[in-house]
């Protein structure tokens, strides 16, 4: 806010620790008619931008121990401040409700008497977890609110670099649609602002924790999911979701009594946060672990089936592989393959015919007899019969023909003879 008149300044505030103020660029004198050629001061500073000792007055106010840095330069005529962003990153600062959630992450956590370990801000690397947890047993959780889009595949591999540092990570997201979703172990709150989460009233996760429920397998349900139309009496497991308060969720996974849980379905992959009575009773009716190595109280054990055995393998596209795996394959070198060519001959040589064997002789043609030639017409003329007729005719569509050869005739059927008809010469 300008002090002097009262509006707006034009361009961005800055502001200067040497002075600790905000400078008005609008201003010759920065509105600070006290420090005389400050301007040139700092257009003169070559220090590295970290040490100008020029912060942006908005993230100073809403972030004091992680300030933004920026710097000053003129474009014609034009004084600017622009922040400092040495790389391109996604985010170049988190937002506020990134803050609080780590935040209440730390608060909760803390409250059960955990370990936590909070990133630094601005750290190397984005596959760090936000919030470092050592819960029961030394195991290690890693906090993740994940607000902006992330796609599945770079959410599957930070958490496989999680795991194999040894972390188990804990993705929170606020979008129902978020590609992450089922990639990897998940929970979900409503999209609330930063203030309601730094509040200490109860925020419900709607998602990503679900509950065991046993059906009964009778007359009185649907087919059996084992036999087909047929009950069998026994009880199968249904996961359904389950709401559960925040801080109680972030607890019971830091105590090791949520665990994560993979679910094979005709769908796909479902992964989510379950209790280890739930985990104890759906192995106990049927459901298989996927990791055999693992034991029934290794939390991360979590990839669970209900109806496939433990050497059966994935059907069709919906086989999942790790992602370290993949990876290590892809790097993996094979031997080569041998050769084919063999220096065998792919069909045998023709046999050689010696010079001074006698060619066969060729077996004439077949000779085909000729047709006999036919006669000219001729105007008048009969030229029924092989040898024309020869006698006075008319025209007919057949051709010249005479009154004993006429289209209509007896001449040519069997057995008919005519009265007029003399012997033939």
Do not use: K
């Not at 301007?39 to 007055?57: F, N, S």
């Not at 391109?88 to 409250?111: I, K, L, P, W």
């Not at 990503?208 to 026994?234: F, I, K, M, P």
């Amino acid at each position: 806010m300008d002090n002097f008149d009262g509006e707006l300044p034009q361009r961005n505030p800055v502001f200067c620790s040497r002075i600790g103020a905000v400078l008005d660029l609008d201003r010759d004198d920065l509105g600070h008619p006290a420090h005389p050629g400050l301007w040139q001061q700092l257009l003169a500073d070559r220090r590295p931008v970290e040490r100008r000792g020029l912060y942006c007055p908005d993230c100073l106010e809403n972030r004091p121990d992680r300030p933004e840095w920026m710097y000053v330069y003129e474009r014609g005529g034009l004084r600017i401040a622009a922040h400092h962003n040495p790389v391109r990153r996604h985010h170049c600062f988190e937002s506020d409700t990134h803050q609080a959630y780590r935040e209440r992450y730390v608060r909760a956590a803390e409250a059960d008497g955990h370990r936590v370990e909070v990133a630094a801000a601005g750290g190397p690397g984005r596959r760090r977890p936000e919030v470092l947890v050592t819960g029961a047993g030394g195991r290690r959780y890693g906090f993740r609110p994940q607000l902006s889009y992330l796609a599945a595949g770079t959410a599957r591999e930070r958490d496989a670099a999680a795991h194999a540092a040894g972390i188990t990570g804990v993705w929170h997201t606020v979008d129902a649609g978020a590609p992450l979703i089922d990639a990897v172990h998940w929970t979900r709150t409503d999209n609330l602002p930063a203030a309601a989460i730094r509040d200490s009233r109860d925020l419900l996760v709607r998602g990503g924790v679900r509950a065991l429920t046993l059906e009964r397998c009778d007359r009185t349900s649907a087919s059996c999911r084992s036999r087909g139309s047929v009950n069998c009496s026994h009880h199968h497991p249904r996961w359904d979701p389950m709401g559960r308060q925040f801080d109680d969720l972030v607890r019971d996974i830091a105590r090791g009594a949520y665990v994560p849980l993979t679910l094979r379905t005709g769908r796909g992959l479902h992964r989510f946060w379950a209790s280890t009575t739930d985990r104890d009773t759906f192995l106990a009716n049927g459901g298989v672990l996927a990791d055999h190595a693992a034991g029934p109280d290794d939390p991360d054990a979590g990839c669970a089936t209900g109806s496939h055995p433990p050497h059966a393998a994935p059907r069709g596209r919906r086989g999942v592989q790790c992602v370290l795996d993949r990876a290590e394959r892809r790097h993996r070198r094979y031997d080569a393959r041998p050769p084919r060519d063999t220096g065998e001959p792919l069909r045998p040589a023709p046999t050689a015919v010696p010079p001074t064997a006698v060619p066969p002789i060729a077996a004439p043609a077949p000779v085909r007899p000729e047709r006999p030639p036919v006669a000219p017409l001729r105007p008048g003329v009969c030229s029924a019969g092989t040898t024309p007729c020869g006698a006075e005719a008319r025209l007919y569509p057949g051709g010249w023909l005479c009154e004993r050869h006429r289209p209509g005739s007896d001449f040519g059927r069997p057995g008919v003879v005519r009265a007029d008809a003399g012997p033939e010469g």
